[in-house]
């Protein structure tokens, strides 16, 4: 394999020029002539789950109750501490008109004053889907904004619902892509000049990633075309990931070149050399990662579906540059990129402080064996008695047009609306010919106990409707009375929706969701319905809890297995693969129970965000197998020419440097994502980036440093079993073991 490195090391060599004109021009044509990520991306949390699952059935059943061909947003308008003026109201009615000329709003309905006259509201119905996103949303949301008069004298107006959310959450989501980026790359270039001690290194390192980072969102985007799908926090896991396996990659082959320049070699045959030797690692580092992502793939929450295939494509283009453009990018330079620090000819290289960490591992390997399993072992225990959460937590950005909306809506009209759980039964002829069915329905929905309020066809006035009462209302044809009916009684009259609250407004604990399920089963049963759901934001994150439970254990094996057996390929052996795998998964329980302890028994938050396990494991067994790669490969080259221990001292001695560097910059990189995204996905986003920057550094401080090379020495020539070497050291040891005659 040695040959097809050493092919593309001469390649990326010999036309340096071509190489880095061709990544710059496709670059540029890619990003003029495709969409950007954030036009593609999609965010219907529902549309994540798939046509089983409980809720979308729910959902389904609603669909009377919703437009499913208009969008709607809220107007609303408040005054500061006081009731709305004669005044008011007139500028208000100004707005409303000036609103309704907007290209693209269908129609607007005043929903007048909210009962303390402090507020009022308008629904705003729009000509782009429900859950429109993109720049057509963008543009309409600001142009109805701009309608807005300026000066009002305390007199606020909001847009608010979920066309406005959405596009909020893109532009903060912009925001938050933007500040990640400029933090991470100075980050990765301050760590980089520490590492290298020279201007250059850095930026050469980084310019790789910088082009994939760039090509990469149009590529993706383009790719949605053929079944890729997208989310907002896809964008911004896709710059950490670039930037931090494209900086890893680069750090092992710009160490390796200095290493050979070191050895006496000429600047383009230490390139070559670098390449034909690590490109491998590389190779096999990117291709783990690309094994791990798509395996989500078989993940039936389409959350993660959307994650894998897209992230990929990332990877997949950062090997690419890093086999090549890279390359050529160190053949024009030459020892520029290591100046003013030493890339010559060194005769006698001093022992690092790794090498001294690894004479000692080498030494006593079973104690330190046993100490690290100990102390991971105790630090997972964080976990226990922690349960997950997050999804729930489906507010505006903060800081938004749309979040001071909420915020008037629920002082002035209650939250208790904003947290409903929606009961909804299908019947097989209209509730008109069999109305006292509601009676039955709202007398056991209210009877349970479950809720502190239950609102129905019969209940939606201060003066609650007998059966008979309710279907001579809808037989008036009294416009008012219409409407309201509309809001519990579909078109058809065959589908009824009632609309439970708990006290305070609080929503409902997502541990009653079974519960009220069955209560929807049981009410519906009475009756005779053909079918019945329950729907709200709770009853949804249940099903993406326990959709998300399930498809981690699904895919934890199927990772498992395509690492390990990628691992075999590379180091050639069937006994190193499975205690590898078994280290990255140490490394991610630990994270896990240290992020329990951080945030949930320490920090006091509601649990682990629902997501966090799920992708914790999926980039520290991709990320941490790189270092499995070039760590192990070292050893294996090293091998070959002394000891298993000579050559686990020499290869700590020589990688230890480019391990911790590459992971405190991908550290690094994870914990700008938990600073600078917090306001795109809150507590989310920082579990996520703190919990893979904690296990990132316990992986490259303690387990790829110190413990994996203690497994090594304690197994000795069998970690290369069946292999060449192993064999080759089984005869050594034969022949060491024969008696002197």
């Known amino acids: 394999m040695s040959r097809i490195f050493s092919t593309i090391g001469n390649f990326s060599v010999r036309f340096r020029w071509p190489v880095l004109i061709a990544w710059v021009l496709v670059t540029i044509v890619c990003v003029k002539a495709l969409p950007g990520l954030a036009d593609v991306a999609k965010d219907a949390q529902s549309s994540f789950l798939p046509a089983n699952s409980p809720s979308v059935q729910a959902q389904q059943l609603a669909q009377p109750f919703q437009d499913s061909k208009h969008g709607v947003a809220t107007l609303v308008v408040a005054r500061d501490g006081s009731a709305l003026t004669r005044a008011d109201l007139q500028q208000i009615t100004s707005a409303e008109s000036k609103i309704r000329a907007v290209n693209g709003v269908a129609r607007v309905q005043d929903f007048g004053l909210s009962p303390d006259g402090g507020a009022k509201q308008a629904q705003v119905v729009t000509n782009l889907p429900p859950f429109g996103g993109g720049t057509a949303a963008t543009s309409l949301v600001d142009a109805i904004r701009g309608t807005f008069p300026h000066d009002t004298a305390g007199l606020h107006f909001h847009l608010t619902g979920t066309i406005p959310g959405f596009v909020d959450q893109q532009k903060q989501s912009r925001t938050s892509q933007s500040n990640i980026q400029l933090l991470s790359v100075l980050l990765i270039i301050a760590l980089l000049l520490v590492a290298f001690r020279a201007p250059l290194a850095p930026l050469v390192t980084l310019f790789p990633a910088g082009i994939v980072l760039a090509l990469a969102s149009p590529v993706i985007a383009g790719a949605t075309h053929i079944g890729v799908q997208v989310s907002s926090i896809t964008q911004i896991l896709l710059i950490v990931l670039v930037l931090g396996a494209g900086t890893d990659y680069g750090l092992f082959l710009v160490f390796r070149t200095r290493e050979e320049l070191r050895r006496g070699l000429e600047p383009k045959e230490a390139v070559r050399r670098a390449v034909s030797t690590v490109g491998e690692s590389i190779t096999f580092s990117a291709l783990i990662v690309i094994a791990a992502l798509m395996s989500l793939v078989i993940a039936q929450f389409g959350f993660y579906q959307s994650l894998g295939p897209a992230l990929a494509i990332g990877i997949a283009l950062m090997l690419m540059a890093g086999l090549t453009l890279l390359p050529a990018l160190l053949a024009i330079f030459g020892r520029a990129v290591y100046w003013p620090s030493r890339a010559r000819l060194v005769e006698h290289r001093r022992t690092s402080l790794y090498g001294r960490i690894a004479g000692f591992v080498t030494r006593r390997p079973m104690p330190v064996a046993i100490l690290g399993l100990v102390v991971f072992g105790a630090i997972a225990f964080g976990q226990v008695g922690t349960k997950t959460s997050g999804f729930a937590d489906q507010s505006a950005p903060s800081g938004t047009d749309s979040a001071a909306g909420d915020a008037i809506v629920a002082q002035h009209y209650g939250s208790s609306t904003m947290h409903a759980t929606l009961f909804l039964f299908r019947f097989t002829t209209p509730i008109w010919a069999h109305a006292s069915d509601l009676q039955t329905l709202q007398d056991t929905l209210q009877a349970s106990g479950v809720f502190a309020g239950v609102t129905g066809p019969l209940t939606f ?68 319905v053909a079918a019945q759901g329950v729907f709200g934001i709770q009853a949804l994150a249940y099903d993406v809890n326990q959709l998300s439970s399930s498809d981690l254990w699904h895919i934890i094996p199927v990772v498992a297995v395509l690492i390990a057996i990628l691992l075999a390929l590379v180091l050639r052996s069937a006994v190193a693969p499975p205690y590898l795998v078994s280290s990255v998964v140490l490394s991610y329980l630990a994270a896990l129970g240290l992020t329990a302890l951080v945030f949930v028994h320490l920090g006091g938050q509601d649990g682990i965000n629902f997501v966090l396990p799920f992708l914790m494991f999926v980039f520290l067994m991709a990320l941490g197998s790189d270092y499995n790669v070039l760590v192990m490969t070292r050893i294996r080259e090293e091998a070959h020419h002394t000891t298993t221990r000579g050559a686990v001292r020499a290869a700590i001695d020589a990688t230890g440097t480019t391990v911790t560097t590459a992971g405190l910059i991908l550290c690094g990189t994870f914990a700008v994502l938990a600073f600078a995204g917090g306001g795109s996905g809150g507590g989310q986003i920082q579990q996520i980036g703190y919990g893979v920057a904690f296990g990132v550094v316990m992986d490259t401080f303690v387990v790829r440093t110190i413990l994996v090379p203690a497994f090594v020495v304690l197994l000795g020539r069998w970690n290369w079993w069946p292999s060449r070497l192993w064999r080759r050291d089984a005869a050594v040891a034969e022949v060491a073991a024969r008696p002197n005659i």
């Open 461 to 528: 006035s201060s003066n609650p409707l007998t059966p008979a009462q309710m279907v001579a209302a809808h037989a008036s044809g009294n416009p008012q009375a219409a409407a309201a009916l509309a809001r519990f009684v579909s078109p058809d009259g065959r589908t009824v929706q009632f609309i439970a609250t708990d006290s305070g407004g609080a929503a409902m604990p997502i541990e009653k969701v079974p519960a009220v399920r069955d209560l929807a089963v049981q009410a519906g049963s009475r009756v005779h």
